[in-house]
C-alpha cells in the first residue's frame, strides 16, 4: 500500500477510492454504485463524437475501466493513462493485459504523472478526459490541472469531465454529503456549489457546457464538454 501521495503543490492526495486499502474494492463499488453503464458509454461517445481524435489522455485514470473501453470503441485511437498512484497503475496494467490483446495492442499505456506536471508538450494532445479526478483537488490544484489540460491540448482539442455537480434533490444531497465525509470538504465545496464549468473556463477553454447529468448513490453526476479554442470544436453552437 503506497503511503499518501503528495501532487507538486503538496496537496493532500486522494486515492481512488477515498482510502488506500479501498482501491482494491474500487472497480466492484463502481459498478453498484455508480451507473457505469450510462455514464461510461457517454464520456467514450463524448470523446469520439469530435471526428476521429488520435491522441487521447486520461488524467487520473485509476484502473483503466474507461481506457479499455476507448481502445475497444476506436481502434485507431492512442490512448495514455496518468495517474499518481502506482497502486492503482498496476491494476489498470492487469486489466489491460488481460484485456483482448488485438483491442488493446501498444496503443494503450499507462505513465504514473500529476494533473498538474503532464508529461505532455504543449499543444500534442486531441481530448483531455477527466473522469472522476477533480473532486479530489483542492480548489487551486482544480485550476492548475484545469490549466495543465488546456497547455497540452491542441488548438482544436477539447476537455471531456465527468465529475459532481450540484446536487439537485434531498437523496442526491444526502449522497453527496456521505461522499465529501469519504473524500474531503474543502476539495468538493466548487462542485456542490455547481462552480466546475466556471472553473474550466478560468483555466482558458471556452463554451464549458453541462451535457449529461446522471443521477447516482453519491450525487448528481455531469459530463461536460468545453473546447481549447474559443469556438468549440464539434459544438452546435
Ligand atoms: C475516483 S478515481 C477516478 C478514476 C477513474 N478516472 C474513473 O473514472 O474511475 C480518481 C483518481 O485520480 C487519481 N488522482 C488523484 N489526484 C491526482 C493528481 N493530483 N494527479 C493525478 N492523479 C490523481 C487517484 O489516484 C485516482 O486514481
Not at 16 to 32: C, E, I, N, S
Not at 45 to 63: E, I, K, M, Q
Not at 208 to 214: D, G, I, N
Request: net charge positive; aromatic share 6%; charged share 25%.
Amino acid at each position: 500500500m503506497p503511503s499518501p501521495d503528495r501532487s507538486s503543490s503538496a496537496e493532500r492526495y486522494v486515492p481512488a477510492a477515498g482510502r488506500a486499502w479501498l482501491t482494491r474494492v474500487y472497480d466492484p463499488v463502481m459498478a453498484l454504485t455508480m451507473r457505469e453503464r450510462a455514464f461510461r458509454p457517454a464520456l467514450v461517445s463524448a470523446v469520439l463524437s469530435d471526428g476521429r481524435p488520435r491522441v487521447v489522455v486520461d488524467v487520473g485514470c485509476g484502473t483503466g475501466t474507461l481506457i479499455t473501453q476507448l481502445a475497444a470503441a476506436d481502434r485507431s485511437l492512442r490512448i495514455i493513462g496518468v495517474d499518481g498512484d502506482q497502486q492503482v497503475l498496476a491494476r489498470a496494467r492487469e486489466k489491460a493485459a488481460a484485456a483482448d490483446a488485438a483491442t488493446i495492442g501498444d496503443r494503450v499505456e499507462f505513465r504514473k504523472g500529476l494533473a498538474d506536471k503532464l508529461p505532455f508538450d504543449d499543444g500534442s494532445v486531441d481530448a483531455v478526459v477527466m473522469s472522476l479526478l477533480l473532486h479530489h483537488l483542492a480548489p487551486d490544484a482544480k485550476l492548475r490541472a484545469l490549466r495543465e489540460a488546456h497547455r497540452v491540448s491542441r488548438p482544436e482539442g477539447r476537455l471531456i469531465v465527468a465529475d459532481w455537480g450540484r446536487p439537485r434533490d434531498p437523496l442526491t444531497r444526502a449522497g453527496f454529503f456521505a461522499l465529501q465525509v469519504i473524500d474531503g470538504f474543502a476539495n468538493t465545496r466548487d462542485h456542490a456549489a455547481g462552480r466546475l464549468p466556471d472553473l474550466i473556463t478560468q483555466a482558458g477553454f471556452s463554451a464549458a457546457s453541462v451535457e449529461q447529468r446522471w443521477r447516482t448513490v453519491w450525487g448528481s453526476l455531469e459530463l461536460i464538454i468545453a473546447g481549447k479554442d474559443r469556438r468549440r470544436a464539434g459544438s452546435r453552437g
